[in-house]
């Protein structure tokens, strides 16, 4: 800075003030006006900076500041206020004061001062609530403001005092960092204490210079919901204005704090599903249960804190759908899978809870032949088969889905309106489609846990952070825990095995291992023998051993050169050249058992392998020419064995064909002696059989003589005792009879005196009168029914009827009788 603006003059007007630094002793004082001075060299003039907290260097015009002026109805925010509580003096300069630095205090107007260097200020307007406005305060020193709560700034509408004094009530109990709600309702203006600060709005997470927050008014058939910080939430229904708890704040969709209750009639319903227990009236809700609640149940839908929607798609209302006369609608069970026909007319609401509305699906075939030369029906059922993919039906969720029109106008402008009409509330979104069973496709590859699938065979070492070792044996699944790590071993490779291009793995083979090596040994007459070879190995015993040794094949090739150069230099070359693949096997494996013939092989203690067999492919010498000599000796030999096995073969075949010669004579000598023994024993047998037949024909007949004996004594008494039976029988007849006659000649006799007896009381007279009277009745009689024959024959009935009794007892009744003549005759 230049020397004239150092000598200027420091001239404040009223409720001015400016900071000067003192150079020499780095003190700031405040110079407030009105006042005038002159700057030394050594003053400069500063300000503070509120955001770095530090004091800059300036010209002396940008030092010069007003009065912090708070007005009737604001009041000041300071920060680091003096211990004196006493502002800087007027028209003076003031040294350095001391600060309660890090303390706030609210300072309410009308009031105005200069600030000390290093305090700072903040007006704020004093907060006008409506009745539907609120502010949300918070104790930022809980001993200050209990101290300080009646100098609080509080105006209250008539007949509101009963929020004041829970506000006085709750002044006992203030802790530090409690969030507290002053109700416009209640308190119409307000300035808060020192220790208290009134908490700035905010906007997508930025707080704003706005303090009043607006409540929620809530008009009839209207809602709004609040989520503590516990989870809960409170469901509020209008009219009324709603003020969130402390702990309180409003969920929000599109921007919109309060949405309207849902309405339905009996044609449109709402899928519910319990997530906590209620009791309504009578009824108990369980959590879990579903409800299809419908405008017969209730016309107006409050969401409730136990109540989750159930969508499907975007749509949470399921409407009725009509069905004319004549028309009917499929719809599907879900419970037991079946399809089922409502027939029209009628307006049909089904239960999602059970039944979904489904369209069936024909087959190209079936379209063709049901609906012939309809193009519309075939490419309609062609789309649905598309939908459909193996179903034989569509359900109208998965339609809606595939044929998603653009929204009508209304809708457009019902989004833009103020309130939503989208249901706000816990709801559980599900697939409109309805795919019976349903599938889900897991793609966990890289995403889930490590997991260890060994094969048949193999094994591998897990190895833990805290020292736990587990073998895991092929084939299974292991899924890695998070501290797990899987041991790593060595391979020697090559042949022989070296470690030069060794392969680092984690997988053991342990079972029907294989590892070849070629050995140079020395022989016991210092010659020189190249031995390829491949042992067979598996892994036994303890698992936790077989990791012991990091490169087992390095372990398993290193021991045993040594091993077979030392068995190998016990023989000399002639012998080991001809039997080294037993020899090599028996020191290796060790001897057969003479009972199982089986091998124990040879195990390695440290780590449980065990070689179980070995393969001798090669058995070379390193000497091409002890070698071909060797050769030729073996050659020489073979012929020499070769010449005696010929002239042992001819001898034995000389000695089994003799031998063979007798065995067949003496065989057919045998087979002769057997044929006549076999023919005396059959013979004998006949003969036996023939006497058996005799003998038995014999008995059979005498024992068919001695039935019919028998028979004729039993049909001989027989007969005997029916006549006998015959004979009684008939002698009771003819006693019965006897007895009868006598009866009957009893009777008899009885009748007949009865008849005397009557004959005798009868006189003749009498017997005459009845005779005649008897005897014209019957002529009488007679002629009147031989009159038909007398007309017949043109004779009179007298002359017809006295033909007839003509030499009878009754002709002389007739002639005692004067029939009338026959006039028809006469005439």
């Known amino acids: 800075m230049s020397d004239s603006n150092r000598e200027r003059d420091l001239v404040l007007a009223p409720n001015e003030y400016a900071f000067i630094s003192d150079q020499t002793k ?10 005038k001075t002159s700057l030394a060299n050594t003053d400069r003039p500063v300000m503070f900076d509120d955001e770095t907290k530090r004091f800059e260097k300036c010209t002396l015009e940008d030092s010069m500041r007003s009065f912090v002026i708070a007005p009737e109805g ?23 004061a001391e600060l309660n630095v890090g303390r706030k205090v609210n300072i309410s107007g009308p009031i105005s001062f200069a600030l000390w260097a290093g305090q700072m200020a903040r007006v704020v307007r004093g907060h006008n609530l409506s009745s539907n406005q609120y502010l949300l305060v918070r104790v930022y020193d809980e001993q200050q403001a209990r101290e300080n709560w009646g100098k609080s700034v509080i105006k209250t509408k008539e007949g509101e005092d009963k929020e004041v004094k829970e506000l006085k009530k709750v002044a006992e ?49 209207e809602y709004c919901i609040l989520l503590n910080e516990d989870g809960n939430k409170r469901y509020i229904q209008g009219p009324k204005v709603v003020f969130p708890e402390p702990t309180e704040e409003f969920i929000e969709k599109n921007g919109q704090r309060k949405f309207k ?9 709402l899928y519910i599903k319990v997530i906590a227990p209620y009791k309504e009236g009578k009824n108990e809700y369980k959590e879990g249960d579903e409800l299809f609640i419908t405008g017969k149940d209730q016309m107006i839908y409050y969401p409730r804190p136990e109540h989750a929607i159930i969508r499907y798609g975007k749509k949470e209302r399921h409407y009725a759908i009509a069905i004319p006369a004549g028309e009917g609608r499929y719809y599907l069970n879900r419970k037991t899978g079946t399809v089922a026909l409502k027939k029209g007319a009628a307006m049909f609401l089904p239960d999602p809870r059970e039944f979904v509305l489904v369209r069936r699906v024909l087959t190209k075939k079936q379209t063709s032949l049901w609906f012939p030369n309809n193009n519309e029906a075939m490419e309609y059922n062609m789309a649905m088969q598309s939908i459909a993919k193996n179903d034989n039906f569509v359900t109208d969720f998965e339609l809606q889905e595939q044929n998603q029109a653009p929204e009508a106008p209304q809708q457009q402008l019902r989004k833009k309106a103020k309130i939503a009409d989208e249901v706000v509330s816990d709801e559980f979104n599900r697939d409109s489609s309805f795919t019976p069973p349903r599938m889900v496709t897991l793609d966990t590859k890289f995403e889930g846990a490590v997991t260890i699938a060994p094969w048949t065979g193999y094994a591998v070492l897990v190895v833990s952070k805290t020292g736990k070792r587990k073998v895991i044996e092929g084939p299974q699944s292991y899924l890695l825990e998070y501290d797990e790590e899987l041991e790593g071993i060595e391979l020697s490779t090559g042949t022989p095995k070296t470690t030069a291009n ?16 070629e050995i140079m040994a020395e022989s016991a007459d210092y010659t020189q023998v190249r031995i390829h070879l491949s042992y067979r190995v598996n892994f036994e015993g303890d698992s936790e051993k077989w990791f012991n040794v990091e490169n087992y094949v390095k372990f398993l090739t290193d021991h045993m050169r040594s091993y077979i150069r030392n068995t190998v230099r016990r023989y000399p070359i002639m012998e080991f050249y001809a039997n080294g693949i037993t020899i ?30 070995v393969e001798i492919l090669d058995i070379s010498l390193g000497d091409a020419n002890i070698e071909n000599l060797l050769i030729s000796s073996q050659q020489d030999t073979v012929m020499q064995t070769l010449r005696i096995n010929a002239e042992k073969r001819k001898l034995e075949f000389t000695q089994e064909s003799e ?9 057919q000598s045998e087979t002769k002696q057997k044929i006549y023994e076999l023919q005396k024993e059959e013979v004998k047998k006949l003969l036996e059989v023939t006497l058996s037949k005799i003998e038995s024909e014999i008995m059979s007949k005498e024992r068919h003589l001695q039935a019919n004996l028998d028979e004729q004594k039993t049909l001989n008494q027989i007969n005997e005792d029916e006549l006998t039976r015959q004979r009684a029988k008939d002698a009771v007849e003819i006693e019965k009879a006897q007895k009868q006659l006598e009866q009957y000649i009893l ?14 009381a009868v006189s003749p007279d009498l017997i005459a009168a009845l005779q005649s009277f008897s005897d014209k009745a019957l002529a009488q009689k007679m002629a009147d029914s031989m009159a038909p024959l007398a007309i017949l024959g043109g004779n009179s009935v007298a002359d017809v009827f006295a033909n007839l009794l003509k030499g009878t007892q009754l002709s002389s009744v007739l002639d005692s009788l004067k029939l009338p003549e026959n006039t028809e005759s006469k005439e």
């Not at 925010?77 to 028209?91: A, E, I, R, T, Y």
């Not at 209750?261 to 044609?267: C, G, P, R, Y």
């Not at 060794?502 to 090596?517: A, E, H, M």
């Open 747 to 760: 009777e008899e006799q009885t009748e007949v005196e009865a008849v005397v007896a009557k004959a005798k």
């Open 74 to 96: 604001w009041y000041i925010v300071l920060k680091n206020p003096s211990k004196d509580n006493n502002p800087p003096k007027v028209g003076t300069s003031n040294n350095l």
């Open 26 to 35: 780095g003190n700031i004082n405040v110079y407030v006006g009105p006042y």
């Open 173 to 221: 109990s203030l802790t530090m960092g409690q969030l507290l709600i002053i109700r416009g309702d209640a308190v119409s203006f307000y300035i808060p204490p020192t220790g208290i600060e009134v908490v700035r709005t905010d906007s997508y997470g930025y707080e704003t210079d706005e303090y009043v927050r607006e409540a929620v008014t809530l008009e009839r058939l």
């Open 261 to 269: 209750a849902i309405e339905l009639n009996e044609m449109s319903g």
């Open 659 to 667: 031998a063979i010669t007798r065995q067949i004579a003496a065989t």
């Open 584 to 613: 090599l096997r028996d020191a290796i494996l060790g001897e057969s058992d003479k009972k199982t013939g089986k091998r124990t092989g040879r195990l390695f203690e440290e780590n449980g392998m065990r070689i179980y067999d």
């Open 502 to 517: 060794s392969i680092k793995t984690v997988y053991l083979r342990v079972l029907y291992n294989k590892v070849s090596d």
